[in-house]
């Protein structure tokens, strides 16, 4: 069963252009989320994390925007860069049990950015 | 300030050997958790270690698999008896020794090819 979703395995964009990668999850226990950047044969690098208390965080280019009662939230990059393209996982954990620990990530979505 | 390191970055085995995974948390981070990541999927959750401590392994599959987090040197992950399956990414992340959320560095993994 998979708790994070990320529906859309691949989206191409203009550079310029705004991106908008999507996730939905389905544990109503989860009360974090973050993005991770990941390039090929790196680890997944932090990019930005809200709580589940907001319903918008915004750093530089990056705005992430959550939507609870959708169990929907998504991360717009603005404007895109080249250099923007790689793969992003959508990633939540839960204080159930005391385990806000262990991440829960989505497939990914791998983003193009065209010059 | 260097990140979180593993080593080796690539790892062949036969079936049947055993496979031993290296991670060096960032300076001052006292947590390391294990992910692995299989093809097409995202990274999942394996354990979650202080020093000396297993903190949380329910990721972990109950055989052949084992961690450790020595009080002096790196985390290790072992693998025993590696069968083909076991091919994946696996990735270390480390955090600080901080209540709360935390956000968890990763590592640029481990990539494990079993023939």
């Known amino acids: 069963d998979q708790q994070v979703k990320q529906n859309s395995p691949s989206l191409s964009v203009q550079e310029g252009r705004i991106s908008i990668l999507n996730c939905d999850y389905t544990n109503s226990m989860f009360d974090y989320f973050l993005w991770y950047k990941k390039y090929p044969a790196e680890g997944p690098t932090f990019l930005i994390s809200i709580s589940s208390i907001k319903d918008k965080n915004e750093d530089g280019r990056f705005t992430v925007f959550l939507n609870k009662s959708a169990k929907h939230l998504s991360l717009h990059i603005v404007p895109s860069q080249p250099g923007d393209s790689a793969v992003y996982f959508c990633?939540?954990?839960?204080?159930?049990?005391?385990?806000?620990?262990?991440?829960?990530f989505g497939k990914g979505t791998l983003l193009t950015v065209n010059p | 300030n260097a990140g979180v390191m593993q080593n080796p970055r690539h790892l062949v085995r036969r079936r049947g050997q055993e496979a031993r995974l290296r991670c060096s948390p960032m300076k001052g981070h006292s947590h390391v958790y294990w992910y692995r990541q299989l093809p097409e999927e995202g990274l999942k959750f394996m354990v979650y270690?202080?020093?000396?401590?297993?903190?949380?392994e329910s990721g972990m599959p109950k055989e052949r698999f084992s961690a450790e987090f020595p009080k002096e040197g790196p985390s290790i992950l072992r693998i025993q008896q590696v069968v083909r399956g076991d091919s994946a990414a696996y990735f270390c992340?480390?955090?600080?020794?901080?209540?709360?959320?935390?956000?968890?560095?990763f590592g640029p993994g481990t990539r494990l090819l079993v023939l």
């Open positions: 990633a939540a954990s839960g204080n159930s049990g005391g385990s806000n620990y262990k991440l829960t």
């Open positions: 270690l202080q020093k000396e401590n297993i903190i949380d």
């Open positions: 992340a480390s955090s600080p020794s901080v209540a709360g959320k935390e956000t968890q560095y």
